[in-house]
């Protein structure tokens, strides 16, 4: 009998918790540390990989991501235990995807070769801004010169490279955006994330926005103008959204990725990192504890993971819609009904497609250009009957 998760693939998640500097934005799991010892790390990362094995055996694993943190600051060594660890445990997919996340500093670019041969096939690039100023305001190390230089290396070594854009910055125009993305775009790439900047809880920039130091934030008819330029030179340029925030050519998806919007299953190993999986049935939501020490100490005793909690069909079907939602080819009505046990209401389904927030046909249901402008409330309809 097939599984929920099968229409969605499996993957696998290793977080690297250490950066070199915490992102005044960032609300990731990431720590700086002045020593880090590599072979202590490789070992706990070997033997979570065969715990997370002894669950999931003869599964076709479809996607690895090494994330962070910055993963290109872990020594190629480990990578490539890890990713030889991962062929002995699982059979893979004969296209799958492994991508490391880097930043574009000197050191992880000179790595690149290295992780290449490890067995990287794929590199996204967090380059976040095309001018200095404005990287300096987002706290990170390196010049655009930089970025660039090491964008250059990355397209020598790996045939997919993506890299990641923050917009919505301080005192950004329309102009000064449209031609910043005209400018990613003339760069080789097949991928592209796009996030508006967000003010999350617990980081540098919540604390400043508080304290009203934290000017020249667009308000919400300048976001939306941005947004929606975004999707309008990207579609322009051939590298159309294929999810809410990410940009793809056609076949240059995150194939990881996917497994998490598609709702498919997904182990996650590393401090912090969460997952869902299903064993014998039934769903699990897994997550890792955050510290790094925590995390190290418990792989020797058996606890790196916190206990687990079982989803309900409800919540499952829930966390299907508002996964599968942020995606253009949307879901299918019928896999939502099996898990929630009942269908969406008839009568909000068509309220929404006649406001023209969604196109709902009998096996397939879609957020129109309109709706994903406002999403969230669109999701909080459909769950709300």
């Not at 693939?9 to 690297?16: K, M, P």
């Not at 067995?119 to 990170?140: C, E, F, T």
């Not at 939306?224 to 990410?246: F, H, K, W």
């Not at 919007?261 to 590393?270: A, C, E, L, S």
Request: charged content about 25%; hydrophobic content about 40%; overall charge negative.
């Amino acid at each position: 009998m097939t599984e929920d998760w099968q229409n969605g693939g499996f993957g696998l998640y290793i977080h690297w918790p250490f950066c070199e500097a915490k992102c005044p934005y960032c609300d990731f799991n990431s720590h700086v540390s002045r020593s880090i010892d590599q072979t202590a790390w490789r070992n706990a990362y070997l033997a979570e990989l065969e715990r997370a094995a002894g669950e999931t055996q003869g599964r076709v694993l479809n996607a690895v991501f090494f994330g962070g943190g910055t993963p290109s600051l872990m020594a190629p060594e480990t990578v490539a235990a890890i990713i030889a660890a991962i062929r002995h445990h699982w059979p893979t997919a004969n296209d799958l995807e492994i991508t490391l996340e880097a930043n574009p500093g000197s050191v992880e670019a000179g790595r690149f070769a290295a992780f290449r041969q490890a067995g990287v096939n794929r590199v996204s690039m967090g380059i976040q801004a095309l001018n200095d100023p404005d990287l300096r305001r987002l706290g990170r190390l390196h010049s655009v010169s930089e970025a660039l230089t090491a964008f250059d290396i990355a397209r020598n070594q790996f045939e997919r490279v993506s890299f990641d854009l923050i917009y919505a910055r301080q005192d950004q125009t329309l102009e000064a955006w449209r031609k910043e993305l005209n400018q990613a775009l003339s760069l080789a790439i097949d991928h592209l994330s796009l996030y508006q900047l967000t003010i999350e809880g617990g980081t540098a920039f919540a604390d400043r926005y508080a304290r009203g130091k934290l000017r020249g934030l667009p308000d919400e008819d300048l976001g939306a103008d941005l947004y929606a330029l975004t999707q309008d030179i990207c579609e322009d340029r051939g590298m159309p959204a294929y999810e809410v925030s990410n940009h793809a050519r056609d076949g240059a998806q995150s194939r990881h990725n996917l497994i998490y919007w598609r709702y498919g299953d997904n182990v996650g190993i590393g401090p912090g990192a969460h997952g869902r999986l299903t064993i014998s049935g039934r769903k699990w939501s897994t997550e890792c504890y955050g510290q790094p020490d925590r995390w190290l100490n418990g792989v020797r005793d058996g606890t790196a993971e916190k206990p687990r909690a079982a989803l309900s069909r409800a919540d499952q079907a829930a966390e299907f819609l508002l996964m599968g939602l942020r995606l253009k080819e949307g879901i299918d009505p019928d896999r939502y009904a099996t898990l929630a046990g009942a269908p969406l209401d008839p009568g909000t389904l068509d309220h929404l497609s006649d406001i023209g927030m969604i196109n709902a046909t009998r096996d397939r249901i879609t957020v129109t250009d309109q709706g994903f402008m406002v999403l969230n409330a669109v999701i909080e309809a459909l769950l709300s009957d």
